[in-house]
């Protein structure tokens, strides 16, 4: 099985501030990655697939990046709607799995 | 509006069953993959199952394998998953998702059904 390792569990921001998260596959994954956003008490929301491919209506300040076995994610400047926890996944083959979370919290 | 709607969650005693069903609604619920996802309280997410378009093929995580049985009617637009043998760290939220098809990617999500496994 593919196992996914995210990075940081917790970050510390400041509206206005650019954020980066990391996520690594422990074998090639091609570009099969995606990024969630999920707030408490909701459903995750997809922001990123294909690694960089930005979702339909979603914010430009959020990007992704990478191939292979890494990826980044990016909040190029937070809003106050941003901090959430963010979960990458792969799908290249099952299991999917997700990586371990990140939460965004507000400096 | 393409919407996925989860029921069947509730309190269960350990090595007990529930079935869990998703109702889809505004997308050819027979053109997608489907998925199961979970959330224990407090931790992140794992994905459970899926199931091919057809209901054909089916896919579990370890944890589920043996003990989960996912299916679909396609006629009423609805998926399900069938858990035996209940565990008490099976708890969780379980969400259903839809895969698109060209993105891969689960796009669509329902807003969750609470299982709770205790004695």
């Known amino acids: 099985d593919i196992q996914v390792t995210q990075s940081p569990s917790t970050l510390s921001a400041s509206v206005g501030d650019r954020v980066t998260i990391t996520c690594r596959a422990s074998?090639?994954?091609?570009?099969?990655l995606a990024w969630f956003q999920q707030k408490p008490g909701k459903a995750p929301k997809l922001l990123i697939y294909k690694a960089s491919n930005l979702e339909s209506g979603v914010p430009s300040r959020f990007s992704g990046s990478g191939s292979g076995t890494e990826f980044t994610f990016t909040i190029s400047s937070l809003q106050p709607g941003d901090f959430a926890t963010y979960y990458c996944q792969h799908y290249h083959s099952y299991p999917y799995t997700f990586g371990q979370g990140t939460t965004l919290e507000i400096k | 509006e393409m919407q996925l709607a989860e029921s069947g969650g509730g309190l269960v005693q350990p090595g007990g069953s529930l079935r869990l069903s998703c109702e889809a609604s505004g997308f050819t619920f027979k053109d997608y993959v489907m998925n199961w996802v979970r959330q224990s309280p407090g931790k992140g997410l794992e994905w459970v199952s899926a199931?091919?378009?057809?209901?054909?093929?089916?896919y579990y995580a370890d944890s589920a394998r043996g003990r989960f049985t996912i299916s679909r009617d396609n006629v009423k637009n609805t998926l399900f998953l069938q858990m035996d043998s209940l565990r008490v760290d099976d708890t969780a939220v379980y969400f259903c998702?839809?895969?698109?098809?060209?993105?891969?990617?689960?796009?669509?999500w329902g807003q969750g059904t609470m299982v709770t496994v205790s004695s």
């Open positions: 199931i091919g378009e057809s209901g054909g093929s089916t």
């Open positions: 074998q090639n994954i091609n570009n099969w």
């Open positions: 998702a839809k895969r698109d098809d060209w993105k891969r990617a689960f796009d669509l």
